[in-house]
């Protein structure tokens, strides 16, 4: 400390004079015909020393006029008033910027150097209009020296860090440089000393002086300390209509940049997206071990940007509709919530905030002036919505549109929910929606659901107690509520004994409740119980506030009648029946998909099918003739019919051993029974003989022959028959079987075709 002392009286700042840096300052500006200085042209004179000097002057006895004619030759030449040749050579400083992760003690170059930076702002305050304007736009360090101490300043809130020399040092750096800026923005100095509005304002532009980033910084610095001036640069940038192009550009380049910074930072703080493209900022990536100046580094970057973008909007109201377009505000409630938790929990039970309690307070200070301004930022866009709301009184449409970004912006920052409860303690959110009601027509049911919602948050609920009961600042009650977990986690299913635990309360609070209007009985249980919330519980403390008149003061606010409405009673949380491991199903349509366990089953029943079939018992196999009958055996006897041993075809008799002849013969048999009539020779076979005789199986296929050859007759099956007891033909019976066969594919009579088409295809017939 001592040696930053020394230094200080050493250098002696405020008693120094310009004549130690050998600054000079011409006055040789004649305007008699008041044009601009830009446009006229002055007559320069100078001396140069002559080569044949008399080697016996006598410089003692001459006087100084005749000794300088002597010595000299005087030259002169017209030149415009401003040029380069006027300037005398003079050296400017750039201002040093303060490191606040460093001790004051370690950085003595800001009071070195920043003294030396004074004086250049002498020379600019002090050179008279002419020479000023040259060496603005001649002299290559003057844009230099100007645009150092706004690419690095000193912001508002950090001025509070600075103590004792640094403070002094920079406030006199402060008032000089806003002294320069405003002369050169005021074009006229006199009546002979002007430059025209269009000249200055080009050449500012060229030598960057004035554009975008220079007067959002510089509104942002002196906006509380001199509005004028903030209002003339202001003006003089965006009242400007020939360079339309130039400002859009500007302020979308402005607004892109924000956002893009707002990602890397969230991207360094929280980590990128896979594949994402990271795109270098003033923040270095997030280091492996925790340090808390990276962290410092990253709040203050973060507050800076929100603070530029805050002044930017303020001063310029078309950047609303540009940022709107861009989606802009829908992503701050994210970028709010995401970054500052992190950031909390980075710091949380750190060994480092104890080593570091400077820095780590600085640290807390801006998060908490950084949530502020995100706020601030974002009710901006609310207030916009409602003052656009107001103008268009009489368009429905537009307002219904105003309306619809105002319920959109709210129910984006409702997404999360500390982000809406801060917002909601700064700015209400329920006077914001009647005062929208007041102009407009408003769909009442959101802005309820908005504000009830709102209000049924638990850190809704401790941000107004601390509010009211300790006269807090919003800031302070930032520093206190950190954004912990923001996934809320899934409440677990109230047991018996949790159950009995409300019940328990609830009884508990009902006897405090009692107790205390036996006292007072002029009270009611909803101020008592207003009561008890607000003292924690505790009857007895309950009791003396209101015997020594002492409640806080929301609680006058309530009626002393007030009644309590019991809430209403949960809904029993349904028992789930299913136990064990859940299956992965995507819904219900791939739930019904599930085939798994058909599969299982189905090689099962596949096997007792082909065991049955393959053991299937026919004793007439070897009355079949191979040479003339053929065994209709299907391809596949599990994909389709078992044609052999299946009664509901009919090309399938009950004798096997009858070739296809016999068998349309046989077809004609039970028509000519039905009809009363016999064909053929009428002979009975035996079907129980192992071995026909040949001659008989001959004789009954020339019958069959024959009848072929016989012009068809109209016959009528006969399933009638004789009486009964006295036997029946073979007709009949065949009639009577094929009239049973053909009921069972029209009725439910004959259950045994279908039961052996059910094992065909897999299933067990019940």
């Known amino acids: 400390m ?10 002696q700042i405020l008693e120094k004079s310009n004549q130690s840096f050998n600054y000079q300052y011409v006055t040789v500006f004649k305007n008699p015909s008041k044009l601009p200085i830009n446009q006229i042209h002055l007559e320069r004179i100078w001396y140069e020393l002559k080569h044949d000097i008399p080697k016996d002057l006598d410089y003692l006895e001459l006087s100084e006029d005749v000794l300088k004619k002597k010595i000299y030759n005087k030259k002169s030449e017209i030149i415009p008033a401003l040029d380069k040749r006027w300037l005398p050579k003079i050296i400017l400083y750039k201002f040093q910027p303060y490191i606040f992760t460093f001790p004051k003690e370690e950085d003595i170059s800001f009071l070195a150097n920043n003294l030396l930076y004074i004086d250049s702002l002498d020379y600019f305050l002090k050179c008279n209009f002419h020479q000023f304007w040259c060496t603005i736009l001649f002299e290559p360090s003057a844009a230099v020296s100007l645009r150092s101490f ?16 640094y403070a002094k ?54 906006k509380d300390f001199n509005a004028d001036f903030v209002n003339s640069i202001t003006l003089l940038y965006f009242n400007d209509t020939t360079h339309l192009d130039f400002q859009f550009k500007e302020v979308e380049g402005s607004i892109d940049q924000t956002l893009l910074i707002l990602e890397m930072i969230g991207g360094h703080v929280c980590g990128f997206r896979e594949n994402a493209v990271v795109v270098p900022i003033a923040v270095s990536p997030r280091p492996s071990i925790f340090n808390l100046t990276w962290v410092y580094s990253v709040v203050s970057y973060l507050l800076n940007t929100m603070s530029l973008l805050h002044t930017l909007l303020e001063y310029y109201k078309p950047a609303m509709e540009l940022c709107i377009k861009k989606d802009l505000p829908f992503r701050l409630p994210f970028t709010y919530t995401s970054i500052y938790r992190e950031l909390y929990e980075l710091m949380s039970n750190r060994e480092e905030l104890e080593m570091q309690t400077m ?46 970004l105002y319920l959109k912006l709210m129910n984006v920052a409702l997404e999360d929910d500390y982000f809406i409860c801060d917002y909601n303690v700064k700015y209400n959110v329920a006077s914001q929606n009647e005062m929208f009601e007041s102009c407009t027509a408003l769909d009442t049911t959101r802005t309820e659901f908005i504000v009830s919602c709102i209000n049924k948050l ?5 941000l107004i107690q601390l509010l009211k009961l300790k006269n807090e600042t919003i800031e302070d009650v930032f520093k206190r509520f950190k954004p912990p977990e923001i996934e809320p986690e899934v409440e677990p299913v109230a047991g018996p004994s949790e159950t009995n635990q409300k019940r328990n309360n609830e009884v508990e609070l009902d006897v405090k409740i009692k107790e205390i209007m036996d006292m007072f009985p002029h009270f009611g249980d909803g101020f008592i119980l207003k009561c008890l919330e607000a003292y924690d519980f505790n009857s007895s403390d309950v009791i003396n506030a209101i015997l020594e008149e002492n409640l806080p003061p929301h609680l006058y606010e309530i009626p002393f009648d007030e009644i309590r409405i019991p809430p209403e009673p949960e809904p029993e949380k349904p028992v789930l029946a299913y136990r064990g491991k859940k299956p992965d199903y995507d819904d219900a349509l791939a739930l019904l998909n599930d085939k798994e366990e058909i599969k299982q089953l189905k090689p099962i029943f596949l096997e007792k099918i082909q065991y049955s ?15 003339d009958v053929p065994i209709k055996v299907a391809d596949n006897p599990l994909e389709k019919e078992l ?28 028509t000519n029974v039905r009809s009363g009539t016999q064909s053929g020779s009428g002979d009975k076979r035996n079907r129980m003989n192992f071995c026909e005789d040949p001659a008989v199986i001959r004789e009954r296929r020339e019958a069959k022959f024959r009848s072929h050859h016989r012009p068809p007759q109209q016959t009528k099956s006969n399933v009638v028959g004789k009486p009964k007891g006295q036997g029946q033909e073979k007709d009949v019976l065949k009639a009577r079987d094929k009239k049973n066969v053909n009921k069972s594919s029209r009725a439910n009579h004959n259950r045994k075709s279908g039961a052996q088409w059910k094992r065909s295809r897999g299933m067990f017939p019940m």
């Open 2 to 11: 001592n040696n930053v002392e020394e230094e200080f009286q050493k250098l």
């Open 613 to 627: 079939n393959d053991y299937l018992y026919d004793d007439e196999y070897d009355d079949r003739d191979d040479d």
């Open 359 to 404: 820095l780590c307070e600085r640290v807390f200070d801006e998060i908490n002036l950084g949530r502020s301004e995100f706020i601030d930022v974002y009710h901006m866009f609310v207030s916009y919505c409602l003052d656009k709301t107001l103008e268009c009184l009489g368009d429905d449409k537009k307002q219904e549109e105003l309306v619809e």
């Open 169 to 222: 040092v920079y406030s006199t750096v402060f008032e000089k440089f806003l002294q320069v800026y405003k002369r050169l923005i005021q074009f006229r100095a006199s009546q002979d000393e002007y430059l025209s509005e269009e000249y200055a304002y080009e050449k500012l532009l060229e030598k960057k002086l004035i554009n975008l980033p220079i007067v959002n910084t510089l509104a942002l610095i002196y």
């Open 643 to 670: 044609l052999t041993y299946n009664p509901n075809h009919d090309d399938v008799a009950s004798d096997s051993s009858e070739s296809e002849e016999e068998l349309s013969e046989s077809s004609t048999q039970k």
């Open 150 to 165: 706004i690419l690095n300043p000193i912001l508002p809130y950090q001025v509070a860090y600075l103590e004792d020399e």
């Open 458 to 462: 638990p850190r809704h609920k401790k």
